[in-house]
């Protein structure tokens, strides 16, 4: 109470500390100065022998503080000096930067933007004393997500980051006017892009320079900047022995969660290399989608393709052509879209609405089955009546929040088996609701196939949402209590992981079933080719007007064959052979295997890099590539893939969405466990349908294209992505086995209840093919 607190006094402890103020009981209480035997000073409110309230806190370097503290620490808004110049501006949280602020450093460069333990993360703009800015996210101090960088000499780039190098789709923009629409991994060009010389008349690029300058106007005026964190000294802890842990007892652990300027991405002189994406986010399909409309005809322009920063191809087209096949193609796949899709029933916003009851319904589930007690799966969590059923008002209600949709209804399918089905992937249960409950929320896919599903992808790209046709749904159930009896037996099961079973249901009666599934894509390494692969010849190609980088090709349009470690592909067979043996069991058919293909630069290719000045006498420049670095300086491995012995503690063990089971041995490094190092890259650990090396024998190079085309190598190493997908269709339809066996030369009326098996079988015997073994 106000009688108890004592008049201002002065006192001076035993170990040479001092306080000049009021005092409540021992404690400091009330306004106060104290004074450390080192030199450091507090001057402000206190409460209960805490700094609380407004003050201002000196150091004996120089550094000062000067805001809001709460129970002895920093926190709320404050100033805080540095000793080495630097100036942060903004809110605090325990002692450290935690929400909006500015920060200017030393060497004049600022950051503008939001902070998280003590590190720039989320939406920020960072400009450096030479001129250079970027605008955009960050996540633990780098670069990561979507941003915008603009050098000093007028060269930008709009794009994804990672870790501070560009990874992912963007845009570059070269002073001189030209523009280079691709994709990056790791801060070098990998994979299909296009190059637009300076002076093409190109609607997309006019938008792309207009937004970039109304952007940037509508920003602060402010200088942004990154190199150091500065260092928060400690505040002392001692007034006596009795009153330093109530006094100061969060005052004297000030957060260190700053980052040293060696351990920072130091972007003031080389910030060009040091560009980040994430590679869950993408530019704006709109955007990409328009980079086909031209205003001039005749223009020329090329098509690249290029591996970990070298490229491989090239090629000159005429834009105008392009431009009007792209449209003709848009407006094809419209049309599909239209009359396949399977839930036409939310009007315009069918997708927005579809999205927001598929987070509505596996949070309210997560929430309802997280309390129940661990136990072990039941027969009866199988059966029909093991379901979740809720029912959301748009209103709320006394189980469910308010939303913005339309009110429908849940059922989640046997909730207690997917939750041990996600703990035997060693999924945490909370990650896997974040993932597809979070705030950035879901985004739709075009769907790869002729079944009329919708795909969502998780924002951080670790789950595929898919929609389920019922006959389907029934499979899946039907199949599930095997499924799991599988899985828990087979640690290295390349089978489809799956994770959830969910229905939303309308009041007039529609219904949209989903699955939950594992993303098989998603890598350290990015993926630079993908297969659906059956083993079967009829219908299985691809138009060559419709192949692009994220195309999934299929049987006849591979033209690989595949060397791989002989213990490896060993792992592999038996491997596929016991999940097809499962396949047969369940009478499933039609079942493909995803491959994904992550191709390496090889060491003969450093002289390749200059690609033949014919190809580029129409740019300006030349020598000049993005960010001022020429290709010639690119540092290739000197070998591409290296198996060594596994080192738990330099690879990541925790699994991913895709990811299950044992490392790997290799026979190569004396049948023991091993990962792949990829010098220049990083190191990975090697499971079965993930991070596997192998050799790629191209058996036939040809381009019967008339465009002019280089063709640089035929023997590829390259980086193995695969599992076995499509296992929910039954075998019910004989005009589907007749059109699958043709190419088989069976007669399909001589087969009976074996066919499963017999799918299987030339399944296996074409992966053989595409798998050598050597000799």
């Known amino acids: 109470s106000f009688s108890s607190i004592c008049s201002i006094t002065e006192k001076v402890f035993s170990n040479g500390d001092a306080y000049v103020g009021t005092f409540q009981g021992m404690f400091p209480h009330g306004k106060g100065k104290y004074t450390w035997s080192d030199g450091s000073v507090y001057d402000g409110c206190w ?28 926190h709320g808004f404050g100033v805080f000096s540095g000793s080495d110049g630097s100036i942060y501006r903004g809110v605090w949280r325990m002692n450290t930067q935690h929400g909006i602020g500015r920060k200017q450093y030393q060497n004049s460069d600022v950051y503008d933007g939001c902070w998280k333990e003590g590190v ?15 605008i955009g996210n960050w996540k633990d101090g780098k670069m990561f997500g979507r941003g915008v960088m603009k050098w000093f000499d007028g060269d930008l780039f709009d794009g994804c980051w990672l870790n501070g190098l560009r990874h992912g789709s963007g845009c570059y923009r070269f002073a001189d006017g030209s523009y280079y629409f691709g994709v990056w991994t790791k801060g070098l060009k990998d994979g299909h892009g296009m190059f637009y010389p300076a002076g093409s008349k190109h609607r997309f690029l006019r938008k792309c320079s207009d937004r970039y300058d109304e952007k940037r106007k509508r920003r602060l005026s402010h200088n942004p900047s990154t190199n150091s964190e500065s ?25 260190q969660r700053t980052t040293s300027q060696g351990e920072d991405i130091a972007l003031g002189d080389s910030s060009r290399d040091m560009m980040t994406c994430d590679s869950s986010s993408a530019l704006s399909q709109s955007s990409l989608d328009d980079k086909t409309e031209f205003l001039e005809t005749g223009s020329i322009a090329y098509e690249r393709e290029y591996t970990q920063g070298v490229l491989i191809k090239e090629r000159v087209i005429n834009i105008s052509r392009l431009s009007r096949k792209s449209k003709q193609r848009c407006k094809f796949h419209a049309k599909e879209v239209k009359r396949k899709s399977c839930v036409d029933f939310f009007e315009g916003r069918k997708s927005y609405y579809l999205m927001l009851n598929l987070q509505l319904g596996i949070r309210q589930a997560y929430i309802m089955i997280t309390p129940v007690p661990i136990r072990e799966v039941r027969q009866s969590d199988f059966g029909d009546q093991a379901r979740i059923k809720m029912y959301f008002p748009r209103k709320g209600s006394q189980f469910t929040p308010s939303h913005h949709s339309v009110d429908f209804y849940w059922k989640d399918y046997c909730p207690m088996v997917f939750r041990y089905l996600r703990e035997l992937f060693k999924l945490d249960a909370a990650d896997y609701m974040m993932s597809i409950c979070g705030d950035d929320g879901l985004r739709e896919l075009s769907s790869p196939g002729k079944s009329g599903s919708l795909f969502y992808l998780s924002r951080d790209d670790r789950f595929v949402i898919k929609t389920l046709k019922k006959s389907e749904l029934k499979a899946l159930l039907k199949m599930l209590p095997d499924y799991y009896k599988h899985v828990k037996e087979h640690d290295n099961t390349l089978i489809t992981k799956v994770f959830g079973v969910h229905r939303i249901s309308l009041k007039r009666g529609k219904k949209v079933r989903f699955v ?53 592909r060993e792992a592999l067979f038996k491997q596929l052979s016991l999940d097809c043996r499962f396949l047969e069991s369940q009478n499933i058919i039609d079942y493909s295997l995803l491959l994904g293909l992550h191709f390496r630069a090889p060491e003969n290719l450093i002289s390749l890099l200059e690609p033949p000045d ?12 993005e960010g001022g670095i020429s290709q010639g300086e690119l540092s290739i491995p000197p070998k591409g893939l290296i198996l060594v012995t596994h080192e738990p503690s330099s690879v990541s063990v925790t699994p991913g969405p895709h990811i299950r089971g044992s490392t790997l041995r ?47 190598f035929e023997v590829y190493d390259v980086v193995l992505y695969l599992g076995i997908i499509d296992i929910l269709q039954e075998y019910n339809m004989k005009k589907k086995l007749e059109h699958t066996y043709k190419s088989w030369q069976f007669d399909p009326m001589s087969i009976s209840a074996i066919e499963p098996k017999i799918y299987s079988k030339r399944f296996l015997s074409f992966l053989e093919k595409v798998f050598p073994a050597e000799p």
């Open 614 to 625: 014919s190809l580029h006498k129409v740019e300006t420049n030349p020598d000049r590539v």
């Open 516 to 568: 939950v599934m594992g993303n098989m894509f998603c890598t350290e390494l990015r993926i630079h080719r993908r297969y659906d692969l059956k083993g079967s010849s009829q219908g299985r190609s691809t138009k060559k007007d419709r192949i692009d980088e994220t195309t999934t090709l299929k049987d006849l349009d591979l033209t690989y064959e595949f060397h791989m470690d002989k213990l490896l």
């Open 231 to 255: 260092v928060i000294p400690k505040v002392k802890r001692s007034i006596s022995e009795r009153i330093s842990y109530s006094l100061l007892r969060g005052s004297g652990s000030i957060s």
């Open 47 to 74: 409460e209960e022998g805490k700094m609380t309230g407004e003050g201002r806190l000196v150091w004996p370097s120089g550094a000062s503080y000067e805001g809001e503290f709460s129970g002895g620490y920093l």
């Open 120 to 134: 720039r993360e989320g939406s920020g703009r960072y400009a450096w004393s030479n001129g250079n800015m970027y």
């Open 666 to 712: 290799a026979m190569s490094v004396g049948d023991q466990e091993v990962d792949l190092l990829l010098p220049g890259t990083g190191r990975l650990r090697v499971q079965l349908g993930v991070n596997m090396p192998a050799q790629a024998n191209q058996k036939v190079v040809q381009d019967e294209s008339a465009s002019v085309q280089v063709e640089l």
